[in-house]
């Protein structure tokens, strides 16, 4: 393999559109298939000078020195796709993303923010299509030879702070109509429907006149199924191509406290995340001066959704809120929206058939066409529809579950079945006749499945969210059935959707009101509890993977997944450590086991006061059994010690991690041993108690070398480097700090290989100097950014502004704090005392020595750039700075 180039690169990242799909339908041609891609692809980038860096799965990291040649070799590949005779009649759709930059060499790879711009940029593509950068554009100008480039504006990505300005690629024998970017703030982050919204033109042309008007908050309200979401979403896509404001979709169905509704927020928006910041925090601080407009589906069930509500509108001045409720919201800026069932012709005599092909017929017909290409509405048919509308109240979802029978009955038959259909219980707070309608409505289609289809229908009752085939055949019991074959019948008689994941692959989603039916049915049956144990041994087996993904170089992916599970995680957890279970029983167990994979999750992406409640939960539940030493219960005080030193609170973490300590010794268990003694000393660190941290420590190191475990060992180094520079060893806090980064190199840790690196350069700045230290510095910078970790920036930061202190130069060290000081008071992350006193060390001295007013107005500046932008300054190459010899 040729030595890697250096310099200014063009990276391509590749990756298939819908694999898992192509892997259902292809079968054991799947091998062929994928084969058949890599070849044309490679042939492509090799011809064009590409050099393969990684090929994982489906996928493709390519970096090339000419932009031109990796545009050429990406459009060249995509047609020798589109051009191949895939086995089966499969189409393989691959989507390709172009970023040049300056990536950092890295042993036998790239790393830093380049490269994951271009793998983002790849993201937000679709099958087929080729997403450049500005930054490439440029390179390659706006046309050449055989190729065009399409303007796409401006895109929020997920993990990057600024917006990037993208382009798409045409070229003859290339697909030319994409739909819009899976970008952030964008039309993209907006649902999407196979079919069109029908009957709504008026409301859609009044809501989008009141909110730009300046309405600022209008609920649209009514009962379940009138499709208030579709009508919202279709607003919300109008409003986002007439003007210059981003656009965020955030769906509350499965939430019902005013914490989850700011967790699922402050997601939405991508709110930067840190460890002790607050979701309401970092979304208000996000939208406080944007011009943003928000969509928020399902709050009738939310307690204090009103005081969310307010506390944005009252935060953000400039914000536009489109909300859905059954019941309004009573505050003073609402604006309220009834929105009606679709209008259904009184009459038909004399009426012309298109005169009453609207609203309600107009909805049924499309859907009927949708089962039974021949259907048309004629003279023979079109009272039935219209007696059959009328019979369903015009309710959007009734029509459709109706219609998505024409396959087998014609309009008289539905109508006779519905009349006979007798009317369901439905919950209190659903006893409107409409409501009635639906109700007995989507009961009258689960009748007329056959008993295994009601089997399965009501056992996806017990997922919250989307989910895939793997999770149907973990949890549902199928009776040998292909679970494909049972989610696509369902799908035709409109039970279930297929909806887009958040890499491209297809999942499965219940509307609320279908899934509040399953759900009812679940409950009454005999295997509730067996269905409920499955869907909870399925969550803990991803958040298990999820687990194993955020603690190596795929944490980004392991994101995207954690968004899609988070909701069912949580159903399983309030399942499993409900008060009235046993605890020791095999259900509470399974709850217990589910916290130990989340903490990762919880601890790092500001998660900290929900992750604390559902271990205090497991401790109650645990005490009231009076269960004796066990691992579970060391578990839980590890989870609620952990999770509270992160905020502070020593008073309830010192005694809960020498509890988890004592208990963990007891057992004979040296893993969590290690683990707690190391916890236990980062708490007893916190309290200024650094003699006994450091005895805890090595005794954490100690035992993590005894039982060959790398990771406890190398999470054991990190502290130490730590409690080494407070007793003024800096030589051994060095050595410490190498050592660290080499074991978590072997791990394949990338965050943990960027803490140690912020701790080497710390380290060096006390035992060697400035020089060195700021040579390390600029080694090091780009990759421990690139990780999007606000908390550990902030203390990258801290360290260029001693180094530079060291070095001289006051104005430079004055803007770096600066800068370091914002993000903190921004992110809710106080500097410890510790390390404030190391930062004193070499701040203090400059900063006595310069004039008040020029220290002041340098800190001021720094206030004004980002994170980015002061890295930029701290690791300028021009300045003069003696390197080491």
């Given at each position: 393999m040729s030595p890697l180039p250096t310099g200014t690169l063009t990276m391509l990242f590749s990756d298939i559109e819908g694999s898992t799909s192509l892997l259902n339908g292809l079968g054991p041609r799947w091998g062929e298939a994928l084969s058949a891609q890599r070849r044309i692809l490679r042939a492509a980038f090799e011809a064009h000078g590409g050099q393969e860096i990684g090929t994982e799965g489906d996928s493709f990291f390519v970096v090339f020195t000419s932009a031109r040649e990796a545009l050429s070799a990406a459009v060249e590949g995509q047609r020798g796709l589109g051009e191949y005779a895939w086995p089966g009649g499969a189409r393989m759709r691959v989507r390709m993303g172009l970023h040049t930059g300056e990536p950092e060499r890295h042993e036998d790879d790239y790393i830093g923010l380049d490269v994951h711009r271009a793998a983002r940029i790849a993201g937000a593509a679709h099958g087929g299509q080729i997403v450049v950068s500005a930054a490439t554009q440029e390179l390659v100008g706006g046309r050449g030879d055989g190729y065009r480039l399409r303007d796409l504006g401006w895109h929020r990505l997920k993990d990057l702070r600024e917006p990037e300005h993208l382009f798409d690629v045409g070229a003859p024998g290339l697909d030319d109509a994409h739909p819009p970017l899976r970008s952030l703030g964008a039309g993209v982050s907006l649902p999407s429907y196979a079919t069109p919204l029908l009957g709504r033109d008026r409301e859609v042309a009044e809501l989008c006149s009141m909110v730009a008007d300046g309405c600022r908050l209008v609920t649209l309200t009514g009962t379940g199924g009138t499709g208030k979401t579709r009508l919202a979403v279709s607003v919300a896509r109008e409003l986002e191509g007439q003007f210059s404001r981003d656009v965020y979709f955030v769906p509350l169905h499965a939430h019902d406290r005013a914490d989850l509704m700011w967790s699922e927020i402050s997601d939405a928006l991508s709110a930067p995340a840190d460890a002790n910041g607050s979701p309401d925090e970092r979304a208000l601080r996000f939208l406080e001066d944007r011009e943003a407009l928000l969509v928020l589906d399902n709050l009738e069930q939310i307690t204090e959704a009103d005081l969310v509500v307010g506390r944005l509108l009252s935060a953000a001045p400039r914000l536009r809120i489109l909300a859905t409720s059954r019941r309004p919201l009573h505050l003073v800026d609402e604006q309220q929206y009834p929105v009606s069932p679709l209008p259904v012709p009184d009459d038909v005599d004399g009426l012309r058939l298109e005169e009453v092909q609207t609203g309600a017929v107009d909805l049924f017909v499309q859907r009927a066409r949708m089962v039974k290409p021949t259907f048309s509405l004629s003279r023979d048919n079109v009272a039935d529809v219209v007696a059959l509308c009328a019979r369903l109240d015009g309710l959007p979802l009734a029509v459709e579950l109706a219609a998505a029978r024409c396959r087998l009955l014609s309009p008289r038959a539905l109508l006779a079945r519905i009349d006979e259909r007798p009317s369901e219980t439905v919950p209190a707070a659903d006893r409107s006749q409409r409501q009635r309608t639906l109700w007995a409505t989507i009961a009258w289609s689960y009748d007329l499945l056959d008993s295994r289809d009601q089997r399965i229908f009501h056992q996806l009752g017990a997922f919250s969210s989307r989910f895939d085939l793997d999770a149907v055949a973990q949890v549902v019991v199928a009776e040998d059935r292909d679970p494909?074959?049972?989610?696509?019948?369902l799908v035709d008689v409109s039970l279930l959707e297929i909806v887009e994941g958040p890499d491209g692959e297809p999942m499965i989603f219940m509307l609320e009101t279908v899934r509040r039916f399953a759900r009812a049915r679940l409950q009454e049956s005999a295997e509730h509890d067996d269905v409920r144990m499955a869907h909870s041994r399925w969550c803990v087996h991803v958040a298990t993977q999820i687990k194993g993904l955020l603690n190596g170089p795929m944490q980004m992916s392991a994101l995207d997944r954690m968004k899609v599970v988070e909701e069912d995680i949580r159903a399983a957890l309030e399942w499993c450590l409900a008060s009235t279970v046993e605890p020791a029983g095999e259900r509470a167990a399974c709850g217990y086991a589910l916290l130990e994979p989340m903490n990762s999750y919880w601890y790092r992406f500001g998660r900290i006061s929900e992750g604390r409640a559902w271990h205090e939960r497991a401790l109650r539940l645990l005490a009231a059994a009076d269960v004796p030493d066990s691992t579970e219960v060391v578990d839980a005080l590890h989870g609620v010690g952990v999770l509270a030193v992160q905020q502070l609170d020593l008073t309830s973490a010192l005694p809960a991690l020498e509890r988890a300590l004592a208990m963990a010794h007891r057992l004979g268990d040296l893993d969590r041993e290690a683990r707690e003694s190391n916890s236990l000393g980062i708490a007893r660190r916190e309290a200024g108690d650094v003699e006994e941290a450091r005895t805890l420590i090595e005794r954490s190191l100690s035992i993590s070398r005894e039982i060959a475990d790398p990771h406890r060992e190398a999470t054991a180094l990190s502290n130490m480097v730590h409690v080494q520079m407070d007793i003024g060893d800096y030589s051994a806090a060095v050595e410490a700090a190498r050592t660290a980064i080499a074991a978590d190199t072997q791990l394949g840790d990338p965050w943990g290989v960027a803490v140690n690196?912020?701790?080497?350069?710390?380290?060096?700045?006390?035992?060697?100097?400035?020089?060195?230290?700021?040579?390390?510095?600029?080694?090091?910078?780009?990759?421990?950014?690139?990780?999007?970790?606000?908390?550990?920036?902030?203390?990258?930061?801290d360290a260029a502004a001693a180094i530079w202190a060291g070095l001289g130069d006051p104005q430079l060290a004055a803007t770096l704090l600066g800068v370091a000081e914002k993000e903190r008071q921004l992110a809710g992350i106080p500097r410890r005392a510790p390390d404030q006193r190391l930062l004193d060390r070499f701040i203090e001295p400059v900063h006595q020595a310069s004039p008040a007013g020029a220290w002041r107005d340098a800190r001021e500046r720094g206030a004004a750039l980002s994170i980015d932008e002061a890295v930029s300054q701290a690791t300028a190459s021009d300045r003069p700075v003696r390197m080491p010899a």
């Amino acid at each position: 393999m040729s030595p890697l180039p250096t310099g200014t690169l063009t990276m391509l990242f590749s990756d298939i559109e819908g694999s898992t799909s192509l892997l259902n339908g292809l079968g054991p041609r799947w091998g062929e298939a994928l084969s058949a891609q890599r070849r044309i692809l490679r042939a492509a980038f090799e011809a064009h000078g590409g050099q393969e860096i990684g090929t994982e799965g489906d996928s493709f990291f390519v970096v090339f020195t000419s932009a031109r040649e990796a545009l050429s070799a990406a459009v060249e590949g995509q047609r020798g796709l589109g051009e191949y005779a895939w086995p089966g009649g499969a189409r393989m759709r691959v989507r390709m993303g172009l970023h040049t930059g300056e990536p950092e060499r890295h042993e036998d790879d790239y790393i830093g923010l380049d490269v994951h711009r271009a793998a983002r940029i790849a993201g937000a593509a679709h099958g087929g299509q080729i997403v450049v950068s500005a930054a490439t554009q440029e390179l390659v100008g706006g046309r050449g030879d055989g190729y065009r480039l399409r303007d796409l504006g401006w895109h929020r990505l997920k993990d990057l702070r600024e917006p990037e300005h993208l382009f798409d690629v045409g070229a003859p024998g290339l697909d030319d109509a994409h739909p819009p970017l899976r970008s952030l703030g964008a039309g993209v982050s907006l649902p999407s429907y196979a079919t069109p919204l029908l009957g709504r033109d008026r409301e859609v042309a009044e809501l989008c006149s009141m909110v730009a008007d300046g309405c600022r908050l209008v609920t649209l309200t009514g009962t379940g199924g009138t499709g208030k979401t579709r009508l919202a979403v279709s607003v919300a896509r109008e409003l986002e191509g007439q003007f210059s404001r981003d656009v965020y979709f955030v769906p509350l169905h499965a939430h019902d406290r005013a914490d989850l509704m700011w967790s699922e927020i402050s997601d939405a928006l991508s709110a930067p995340a840190d460890a002790n910041g607050s979701p309401d925090e970092r979304a208000l601080r996000f939208l406080e001066d944007r011009e943003a407009l928000l969509v928020l589906d399902n709050l009738e069930q939310i307690t204090e959704a009103d005081l969310v509500v307010g506390r944005l509108l009252s935060a953000a001045p400039r914000l536009r809120i489109l909300a859905t409720s059954r019941r309004p919201l009573h505050l003073v800026d609402e604006q309220q929206y009834p929105v009606s069932p679709l209008p259904v012709p009184d009459d038909v005599d004399g009426l012309r058939l298109e005169e009453v092909q609207t609203g309600a017929v107009d909805l049924f017909v499309q859907r009927a066409r949708m089962v039974k290409p021949t259907f048309s509405l004629s003279r023979d048919n079109v009272a039935d529809v219209v007696a059959l509308c009328a019979r369903l109240d015009g309710l959007p979802l009734a029509v459709e579950l109706a219609a998505a029978r024409c396959r087998l009955l014609s309009p008289r038959a539905l109508l006779a079945r519905i009349d006979e259909r007798p009317s369901e219980t439905v919950p209190a707070a659903d006893r409107s006749q409409r409501q009635r309608t639906l109700w007995a409505t989507i009961a009258w289609s689960y009748d007329l499945l056959d008993s295994r289809d009601q089997r399965i229908f009501h056992q996806l009752g017990a997922f919250s969210s989307r989910f895939d085939l793997d999770a149907v055949a973990q949890v549902v019991v199928a009776e040998d059935r292909d679970p494909l074959d049972v989610v696509a019948h369902l799908v035709d008689v409109s039970l279930l959707e297929i909806v887009e994941g958040p890499d491209g692959e297809p999942m499965i989603f219940m509307l609320e009101t279908v899934r509040r039916f399953a759900r009812a049915r679940l409950q009454e049956s005999a295997e509730h509890d067996d269905v409920r144990m499955a869907h909870s041994r399925w969550c803990v087996h991803v958040a298990t993977q999820i687990k194993g993904l955020l603690n190596g170089p795929m944490q980004m992916s392991a994101l995207d997944r954690m968004k899609v599970v988070e909701e069912d995680i949580r159903a399983a957890l309030e399942w499993c450590l409900a008060s009235t279970v046993e605890p020791a029983g095999e259900r509470a167990a399974c709850g217990y086991a589910l916290l130990e994979p989340m903490n990762s999750y919880w601890y790092r992406f500001g998660r900290i006061s929900e992750g604390r409640a559902w271990h205090e939960r497991a401790l109650r539940l645990l005490a009231a059994a009076d269960v004796p030493d066990s691992t579970e219960v060391v578990d839980a005080l590890h989870g609620v010690g952990v999770l509270a030193v992160q905020q502070l609170d020593l008073t309830s973490a010192l005694p809960a991690l020498e509890r988890a300590l004592a208990m963990a010794h007891r057992l004979g268990d040296l893993d969590r041993e290690a683990r707690e003694s190391n916890s236990l000393g980062i708490a007893r660190r916190e309290a200024g108690d650094v003699e006994e941290a450091r005895t805890l420590i090595e005794r954490s190191l100690s035992i993590s070398r005894e039982i060959a475990d790398p990771h406890r060992e190398a999470t054991a180094l990190s502290n130490m480097v730590h409690v080494q520079m407070d007793i003024g060893d800096y030589s051994a806090a060095v050595e410490a700090a190498r050592t660290a980064i080499a074991a978590d190199t072997q791990l394949g840790d990338p965050w943990g290989v960027a803490v140690n690196q912020v701790n080497l350069v710390v380290a060096l700045l006390h035992s060697e100097g400035p020089e060195r230290a700021h040579h390390t510095l600029r080694e090091v910078a780009v990759e421990v950014i690139a990780l999007g970790d606000v908390e550990l920036s902030i203390e990258l930061l801290d360290a260029a502004a001693a180094i530079w202190a060291g070095l001289g130069d006051p104005q430079l060290a004055a803007t770096l704090l600066g800068v370091a000081e914002k993000e903190r008071q921004l992110a809710g992350i106080p500097r410890r005392a510790p390390d404030q006193r190391l930062l004193d060390r070499f701040i203090e001295p400059v900063h006595q020595a310069s004039p008040a007013g020029a220290w002041r107005d340098a800190r001021e500046r720094g206030a004004a750039l980002s994170i980015d932008e002061a890295v930029s300054q701290a690791t300028a190459s021009d300045r003069p700075v003696r390197m080491p010899a």
